[in-house]
């Protein structure tokens, strides 16, 4: 998978910093008392949720992107980053906590892939160990699709993303970036990214044959479903 070739140099610059998702999993960490000694991120970018967990003594990032990973291991260098597959990933190890966040599972295209990726997560958790992640609903997505393109401006540099229907509850991406070379002329990034929507109650399911939910819950704070923005949970590894 090579996406995010492209749209590396300008994740960090668009995305924001990860401080509110890293807040979000160390209160999950504290309120369920787990004591984390270390973490894996799946699906880790730029690592800029690893850098608001420094305090977590072992922190170990997977990213399917080499581009990403380097700006990864440079802004974290307390931190392993891993060049791989987060549907197909043997570490050797477990660990207390595993997290995959900013709607990562998403952009695993089948539902075989999420199946994957769930099994990979409880093969790699010690029991009682925590599963944080957070997921893009369906009905966001389908929001998304019948939304006008978004435009923005940064760093005298543009974006362009149309999110389209690709099938199915398959969204195409198309995220184009008009790099500004300072003389008034552009240079075009463009990446093609897909999403899949699937029913939170499908996921439910999936998850409850090696995990217990604890949290659930909306940007409102409210339970959240299909129709919600965004959806965050907190599931525990059954021992």
Not at 33 to 61: F, M, N, W
Not at 133 to 151: A, E, K, Y
Request: hydrophobic share 40%; net charge negative.
């Amino acid at each position: 998978m090579r996406e995010y070739q492209q749209f590396a140099q300008f994740y960090d610059a668009l995305m924001g910093d990860g401080s509110s998702r890293s807040a979000r999993i160390l209160e999950a960490i504290d309120r369920f008392d787990v004591g984390a000694t270390s973490l894996l991120e799946l699906g880790c970018g730029t690592g800029s949720v690893l850098e608001g967990l420094v305090l977590i003594p072992r922190l170990v990032g997977l990213d399917a992107s080499a581009e990403m990973l380097s700006a990864a291991t440079a802004k974290v260098p307390s931190a392993e980053f891993l060049l791989g597959d987060m549907t197909d990933f043997d570490l050797g190890t477990t660990f207390d906590v595993v997290a995959c966040v900013y709607d990562t599972v998403n952009h695993l295209v089948n539902y075989e892939a999420w199946e994957s990726l769930f099994q990979g997560v409880a093969r790699h958790l010690k029991p009682g160990g925590l599963f944080i992640f957070d997921l893009n609903t369906i009905g966001r997505l389908h929001q998304l699709v019948t939304s006008p393109p978004w435009v923005h401006d940064f760093d005298g540099n543009t974006l362009i993303m149309d999110v389209r229907s690709d099938g199915d509850e398959l969204t195409l991406w198309d995220i184009r970036v008009f790099a500004s070379a300072g003389d008034g002329t552009f240079t075009l990034h463009q990446e093609n990214i897909r999403e899949l929507g699937v029913a939170l109650e499908t996921v439910r399911t999936t998850l409850a044959t090696d995990f217990d939910l604890l949290h659930e819950e909306d940007d409102s704070g409210n339970p959240p479903t299909d129709e919600s923005s965004r959806a965050y949970f907190v599931y525990r590894r059954q021992g």
